[in-house]
């Protein structure tokens, strides 16, 4: 596994919270809740795109096309 993807997760998480708490500060909790599913989403499909690659390495490695 790519330590540059956990390190861009942790980016990901430490802009959210601070848009999050920002925005809850100001008594936007809606947009706060945006920003923190927003956030969700970008990490799920980066997870996704791993699993993705995960799966064609294998594909190919057992030559299963």
């Known amino acids: 596994m ?3 993807l956990i390190f861009r997760i ?3 998480g430490i802009i959210v919270a ?4 920002v925005l809850e500060q100001l008594g936007n909790r809606n947009q706060a809740q945006l920003v923190a599913l927003a956030g969700v989403v970008v990490v799920l499909l980066m997870v996704v795109q791993m699993v993705y690659d995960l799966f064609d390495t294998v594909k190919t490695m057992f ?3």
């Open 18 to 21: 601070i848009l999050h708490t």
């Open 2 to 4: 790519d330590i540059d």
């Open 63 to 65: 030559r299963l096309n």
């Open 10 to 12: 942790a980016g990901v």
